[in-house]
């Protein structure tokens, strides 16, 4: 493996990227532009994080000031807290997130539709042999119900598996484990951040 000095310095950009968790999510309340990570050092060689304005740094048409790093971010995770730690706000997450998920999947209620439907014909089928009309059309008919049912409920659990649907309470349990997180670590802060943060 050949490691070139532009990998070396890349590494050391990603890694800086990496640990101002609100870069690619923070934009300014002045002019909307993102805002970005960046640090410098004080006369007595005190190294300092913040976030400053794209708006200031490459247009200098902004005035929006620096922020410290560590302070907005403490402000961002304790609000994730107050979220997460509040049971009734879990409940109104978990509500919403059922919400999205059946606007989301609109092939899995379809299928679900004419596979019931399908189950109704065959019943109907079944019944009309039962009272004795037993045709040639009536036993191909019944074929080719048993056969939609078939490939219908493969379709089924196709789309299931493809795109599970959370239950009200998985929802709530994933939320709840949440709180195991704390928000001395960097992979537990970057974790509440990426999960409860869009923008």
């Given at each position: 493996v050949i490691i070139t000095f532009?990998?070396?310095?890349?590494?050391?950009?990603?890694?800086?990227?990496d640990d101002y968790l609100l870069s690619p999510k923070l934009y300014c309340g002045k002019c909307n532009r993102l805002m970005v990570g960046e640090s410098g050092t004080s006369k007595t060689s005190k190294?300092?994080?913040?976030?400053k304005c794209s708006g200031v740094k490459k247009f200098h048409d902004c005035d929006k000031k620096t922020i410290g790093k560590d302070a907005l971010e403490s402000?961002?995770?304790?609000?994730?807290?107050?979220?997460?730690?509040d049971d009734n706000l879990i409940e109104k997450i978990a509500n919403e997130v059922l919400k999205e998920q059946a606007k989301e999947n609109t092939t899995l209620p379809l299928l679900k539709k004419k596979h019931a439907e399908?189950?109704?014909?065959?019943?109907?089928?079944?019944?009309?042999?039962?009272?004795?009309?037993?045709?040639e059309s009536t036993k191909d008919r019944?074929?080719?119900?048993?056969?939609?049912?078939?490939?219908?409920?493969?379709?089924?659990?196709?789309?299931?598996?493809?795109?599970?649907?959370?239950?009200?309470?998985?929802?709530?349990?994933?939320?709840?484990?949440l709180r195991k997180y704390g928000t001395k670590r960097l992979d537990h802060k970057r974790r509440l951040i990426n999960t409860f943060v869009n923008s």
């Open positions: 532009e990998d070396i310095k890349l590494g050391a950009k990603h890694k800086a990227e190294k300092y994080h913040y976030y402000i961002v995770l304790k609000q994730i807290e107050n979220v997460y730690m399908t189950v109704k014909g065959i019943s109907n089928m079944l019944d009309a042999i039962q009272n004795g009309i037993l045709t019944l074929e080719s119900l048993e056969l939609q049912k078939a490939d219908l409920s493969l379709k089924i659990t196709k789309e299931e598996l493809e795109r599970p649907l959370l239950t009200k309470e998985q929802i709530i349990e994933w939320l709840k484990d």
